[in-house]
């Protein structure tokens, strides 16, 4: 959705990131979240707050925080990733 377009100037230079690299995904996802203060829903694992944030008000409808939760639990244990998001 192009309205989303955190972390660019515009949603034409948010596109363009968008086909260089999964790096720039994820600089678009933390910008995301930055901007819509769910930096510290995902520090403290609190799945329900980030996915009501995320997905809005109906996110149990479809489990995102379970899923979410669970998605965690099984990566977590496969790798440390490293990822530093930064809520500056």
């Not at 363009?16 to 979240?33: P, Q, T, V």
């Not at 899923?67 to 440390?80: H, L, N, R, W």
């Amino acid at each position: 959705m192009g309205f989303n377009h955190s972390g660019s100037a515009s949603v034409s230079d948010f596109v363009k990131a968008m086909f260089k690299s999964e790096g720039e995904h994820l600089r678009a996802f933390a910008a995301y979240c930055k901007d819509r203060n769910l930096i510290s829903a995902l520090k403290n694992k609190d799945w329900a707050a980030f996915a009501a944030g995320y997905n809005g008000a109906e996110y149990a409808k479809n489990k995102y925080d379970i899923k979410m939760e669970q998605a965690y639990k099984k990566y977590s244990k496969a790798a440390d990733p490293s990822v530093d998001i930064q809520n500056k």
